[in-house]
């Protein structure tokens, strides 16, 4: 198939030539910004769904093996899995995506720790993440030129505040609410006050890596819209 005759490109007005793609009116932006709210509603009421089901349902007290950790596990490996994806489909950026689904998989047999450990050897888990996180630098240095910008360019999607509002949410929030002592021992140090924490650290955990799993999805989703524009 012949390319297009540059004369007749050049003859055309610059009118014709450099009109800017339509903006969204602004009925569409609100619709599009109220099915975001619709959508992270939804995500938010999967925390306490899995909460009242060990709590109610199962009778377990958010261990191991409730179902809120294994939750928590999926949304990890599905994370560390869009991530891998999103570096397979962005060149330049494939060094940085690359090193961020490794952490989300170093995340996730952390999270699994427990299963590890019962089927084959305690603290097996290392095992696997140190696999995981050797794969990560090894395939980072190999494309070591799109780390930095690969990174930096994440920086501009739209998907990074949800990746950085939930690693938050992780690190501070759960850790510092559910893990410190200082509140949990003004409060007292009975069974009741023990749960009550690991309800806030848990969900708080839960709510923070569905945001970061919605934050990759988000990102596969503008990678396909900008690849087909």
């Known amino acids: 198939m012949r390319s297009p005759d540059p004369l007749f490109s050049m003859s055309r007005p610059r009118a014709f030539r450099d009109v800017p793609p339509p903006a969204d009116s602004p009925a569409r932006r609100i619709q599009r910004e109220v ?91 290392r095992l696997f993440a140190g696999v995981a996180l050797a794969a990560t630098l090894a395939l980072t240095w190999r494309y070591r030129a799109t780390t930095l910008p690969g990174l930096a360019a994440f920086l501009d999607r739209r998907a990074y505040p949800y990746f950085l509002i939930g690693l938050l949410i992780v690190i501070v929030l759960s850790r510092s609410l559910g893990s410190g002592r200082m509140l949990w021992n003004i409060l007292g140090c009975d069974d009741t ?10 969900s708080l955990e839960s709510f923070g890596y569905l945001l970061i799993t919605y934050g990759a999805f988000l990102l596969r989703r503008e990678q396909d819209a900008t690849r087909h524009a």
């Open 35 to 125: 099915e975001t709210f619709v959508r992270l509603t939804l995500l938010s009421l999967m925390v306490p769904f899995t909460v009242i089901t060990d709590l109610v349902i199962l009778g377990n007290r958010l261990g191991e093996r409730s179902v809120t950790e294994w939750a928590q596990a999926l949304v990890l490996l599905v994370t560390a899995i869009l991530c891998g994806d999103a570096a397979r489909h962005e060149p330049s950026a494939r060094g940085g995506y690359t090193l961020m689904a490794g952490f989300f998989a170093c995340a996730f047999c952390r999270e699994l720790d427990l299963v590890f450990d019962k089927l084959i050897f305690h603290g097996s888990w």
């Open 193 to 202: 006050h023990r749960l009550f924490k690991t309800i806030i650290q848990e």
